[in-house]
């Protein structure tokens, strides 16, 4: 392995806090470019994270940012591991019909404190030729 390899894996790892495999892995898939391996290990990292703790007034915002992610099949809002509402999501009706749901949720999540929220994911991880 060259110096330019080890300082490219160092880079890697330093930024999106990864192994060295990790890192070494992604070198080879994007054939060295460090741009491409570190918008790929956001990708993975974005992908990968599938439940949030939130309070209660954060609970509508991360609502949001997840459907906007389009790639969410299904959606549970937990309190003490026990689920408040859980509700399937479909790409173009999601917007529209969940936010008088979400308004309600919001108002009952506020009086709950912190909460959970877990997703299903749909689509596999991008590869770099998708990106």
Request: hydrophobic share 45%; aromatic share 2%.
């Given at each position: 392995m060259s110096t330019d390899e080890l300082q490219k894996i160092d880079l890697l790892r330093e930024r999106m806090d990864l192994s060295y495999q990790e890192a070494a892995e992604l070198l080879h898939v994007t054939e060295?470019?460090?741009?491409?391996?570190?918008?790929?290990?956001e990708a993975r990292k974005n992908?990968?994270?599938?439940?949030?703790?939130?309070?209660?007034?954060?609970?509508?915002?991360?609502?949001?940012?997840?459907?906007?992610?389009?790639?969410?099949?299904?959606?549970?809002i937990l309190h003490n591991d026990k689920p408040v509402f859980v509700f399937p999501?479909?790409?173009?009706?999601?917007?529209?019909?969940?936010?008088?749901?979400?308004?309600?949720?919001?108002?009952s999540v506020?009086?709950?404190?912190?909460?959970?929220?877990?997703?299903?994911?749909?689509?596999p991880q991008p590869s770099v030729s998708e990106l």
């Open positions: 060295g470019s460090v741009v491409e391996a570190l918008i790929l290990a992908q990968e994270q599938t439940s949030w703790e939130v309070r209660g007034r954060e609970v509508v915002a991360k609502i949001q940012e997840i459907l906007r992610e389009g790639n969410i099949t299904k959606m549970r999501v479909t790409a173009g009706v999601a917007g529209i019909l969940l936010m008088p749901k979400l308004a309600l949720l919001a108002t506020c009086l709950l404190g912190r909460c959970r929220i877990e997703v299903e994911r749909d689509c």
